[in-house]
């Protein structure tokens, strides 16, 4: 999707552009891996939503705005969700996943080099699939019972992003992207 996306395909903008890659990668390989129905996956696509809109009402999902923190991010927090729903977890362990794949990427900066969404964008989006991943296992593992809410979180990245220098939001003129043109 990452690529489809890097070579002006069509693609589903799931939180974002940047971050398109994410859901599908965990979605498609529960779906191949582990059979889950399609009817569980669109059940688990709207869960993955419900998270998304919440960061979009109550914060950002946009890399200009908060940093990556709020694109791959946000999609890591939505897969979390998802997959924690389809291997069964209760609201108070999806919440926890989704709240797991947010908070570890807080204060992500987007460096995106010569301002395309590729590097470090694609190989990003992978990693944050598998951190999606470990987020619904360890939730799973988990009576659900957490001290930092997702909602919390949300509003730390909000006010993280706000406190971002805007050279390390998109299209970032710092960090990689900077250091790249050297
Ligand atoms: S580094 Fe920037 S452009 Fe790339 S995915 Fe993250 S926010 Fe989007």
Redesign the pocket.
Known sequence: MSEENASCGTIVTAP?C??CGVMPAVLYHLYKAHQFSERKILRALATAGLFGNVVKANASIS?AEV??Q???GVACAMASAAACQLFGGTPSQIEYAAEMGLEHHLGMT???VCGL?QI??IE?NAFAACRALDAQLYANFSDGRHHISFDKVVRVMKQTGHDLPSLYK?T?EGGLAHDFDR
Request: aromatic share 0%.
């Open positions: 974002t940047g971050s890399g940093g990556c709020g694109e791959v987007c460096d995106p969404v470090p964008c990003r998109e970032s």
